[in-house]
């Protein structure tokens, strides 16, 4: 079992920052792919980014492509999602989510998923 843990959302204006961390705990977090994904009311849930195991990939959604960055700290079993230049409709509730070995732009193909964190950007 993996427990995963959001923190760092908030109300934030457009063109502003917010940094959210995953923290988690339980099995090996060094052998998970970590990814987060959003979901915004009315819509299903997106992907947003991902990050190999060794922290050596990574991957993001065109439309957070040079705005956002992932990244993790094995040695705190810790991942974050810097997030710059926020926009309206980055407005979502964020999850991160842990997947055995290599990750995956599908949300289905994820384990484990914490509760979520939620992010609006006003205009």
């Known amino acids: 079992q993996v427990q995963l843990v959001e923190s760092g959302g908030g109300l934030v204006q457009a063109g502003g920052s917010l940094r959210l961390s995953c923290a988690a705990s339980?099995?090996?977090?060094?052998?998970?792919?970590m990814g987060w994904f959003r979901q915004a009311p009315g819509k299903e849930r997106e992907f947003v980014a991902l990050?190999?195991?060794?922290?050596?990939?990574?991957y993001y959604a065109d439309s957070v492509k040079g705005r956002f960055t992932i990244s993790r700290d094995n040695a705190k079993s810790t991942v974050y999602l810097q997030m710059n230049s926020l926009k309206p409709e980055d407005t979502a509730v964020y999850y991160c989510?842990?997947?055995?070995?290599?990750?995956?732009?599908?949300?289905?193909?994820?384990?484990?998923w914490g509760q979520g964190t939620q992010v609006t950007v006003s205009s």
């Open positions: 339980g099995r090996t977090f060094s052998s998970y792919a």
């Open positions: 989510a842990a997947r055995w070995n290599s990750g995956s732009y599908s949300s289905y193909d994820y384990d484990y």
């Open positions: 990050i190999s195991w060794r922290g050596s990939d990574t």
